[in-house]
T-cell receptor
Framework: DQQVKQNSPSLSVQEGRISILNCDYT??????FLWYKKYPAEGPTFLIS?????DKNEDGRFTVFLNKSAKHLSLHIVPSQPGDSAVYFC?????????????FGKGTMLLVSP | DSGVTQTPKHLITATGQRVTLRCSPR?????VYWYQQSLDQGLQFLIQ???????AKGNILERFSAQQFPDLHSELNLSSLELGDSALYFC?????????????FGEGSRLTVL
């Protein structure tokens, strides 16, 4: 049973437009959420995170929104750039596990075309 | 470059064999995590070590084992290999045992079982 779901395997966006990547979770014990970006032949790299006490966190072109009641979070990239083309993983953690483990979604491949 | 080094990068072996994957964490990091990424799957947490001791266990098969040595490098041992063990194995590290921040991932070891 997948506890973190990214239902869109891929997303195509034009350069300069907004990219919205979605993530749903089922485990109500999760209270910390992260996004990782992965380029081919590289390991995932941390992008942005949000705690459940917030509903929004912004870092430059990247904003993560959290809707706890819907158990849904999204990553907005504005404006999108070709260099943003990568696989984006949503991940969740919780105090029950001592935040020692991350549960990842399957990822969404973002393609930003010039 | 995340500072996490994994060897080998690629490994091809036969069913029933045993392999060892090695990970050197970032300098100063005490926690090491192992993740498995199979085809079309997200990253599945296997196991975490902190300063030489096992701290958390995920979906790790009994045929798999790991350890962290006094110099903090870690090894993941996979035995009685099956075709389904073919995957990308990532090591990640962090400074703290309890981590709500980012993990630093290596580039992964791609295991192919024939």
């Amino acid at each position: 049973d997948q506890q973190v779901k990214q239902n869109s395997p891929s997303l195509s966006v034009q350069e300069g437009r907004i990219s919205i990547l979605n993530c749903d979770y089922t485990n109500s014990m999760f209270d910390y959420f992260l996004w990782y970006k992965k380029y081919p032949a590289e390991g995932p790299t941390f992008l942005i995170s949000i705690s459940s006490i917030k509903d929004k966190n912004e870092d430059g072109r990247f904003t993560v929104f959290l809707n706890k009641s819907a158990k849904h979070l999204s990553l907005h990239i504005v404006p999108s750039q070709p260099g943003d083309s990568a696989v984006y993983f949503c991940a969740a953690s919780g105090s029950r596990s001592g935040y020692s483990t991350l549960t990842f979604g399957k990822g969404t491949m973002l393609l930003v075309s010039p | 470059d995340s500072g996490v080094t994994q060897t080998p990068k690629h490994l091809i072996t036969a069913t029933g064999q045993r392999v060892t994957l090695r990970c050197s964490p970032r300098s100063g990091d005490l926690s090491v995590y192992w993740y498995q990424q199979s085809l079309d799957q997200g990253l599945q947490f296997l196991i975490q070590y902190y300063n030489g001791e096992e701290r958390a266990k995920g979906n790790i098969l009994e045929r798999f084992s790991a350890q962290q040595f006094p110099d903090l490098h870690s090894e993941l041992n996979l035995s009685s290999l099956e075709l389904g063990d073919s995957a990308l194995y990532f090591c990640a590290s962090s400074y703290r045992q309890v981590n709500t921040g980012e993990l630093f991932f290596g580039e992964g070891s791609r295991l192919t079982v024939l």
